[in-house]
């Protein structure tokens, strides 16, 4: 599956912005899918990922209350609504996606965990 990531920019510090993963090439509802970001100098980190169904979500603790993850199978793509967005978001966000045929409700953490990985989009939080 190819994974098309969109929807980065600059932003201040209190805004929000909606990241977009499009999938092609494989049958979208077929994975689980997660948001991943790298701030410079450090390593890549998690943020939040969602079941292929949809029902189950996981975020990170410094983005939950703030992220939401969702699935639009239709279009196939997943969402990530960032609001009151802080200097420390500033980073490049990866979407990725996992097959998970057997677990329709399992959400997935590890980076390692992730066979597809998008170009990723910078997203700069100004204060």
């Known amino acids: 599956v190819q994974l098309q990531a969109s929807g980065g920019g600059l932003v201040q510090a209190g805004d929000s912005l909606r990241l977009s993963c499009t999938a092609s090439?494989?049958?979208?509802?077929?994975?689980?899918m997660g948001w991943f970001r790298q701030a410079p100098g450090k390593e890549r980190e998690y943020v939040a990922s969602?079941?292929?169904?949809?029902?189950?979500?996981n975020y990170a603790y410094d983005v939950k209350g703030r992220f939401t993850i969702s699935r639009d199978v239709a279009e196939s793509t997943v969402y990530l609504q960032m609001s009151s967005l802080k200097v420390d978001d500033t980073a490049i966000y990866y979407c990725?996606?996992?097959?998970?045929?057997?677990?329709?409700?399992?959400?997935?953490?590890?980076?390692?965990?992730?066979?597809?990985w998008g170009q990723g989009t910078q997203v700069t939080v100004s204060s």
């Open positions: 990725a996606a996992v097959e998970s045929p057997l677990r329709p409700n399992v959400y997935y953490v590890s980076p390692h965990m992730y066979t597809y």
């Open positions: 090439g494989r049958t979208f509802s077929g994975y689980g």
């Open positions: 969602i079941s292929r169904t949809g029902y189950t979500t």
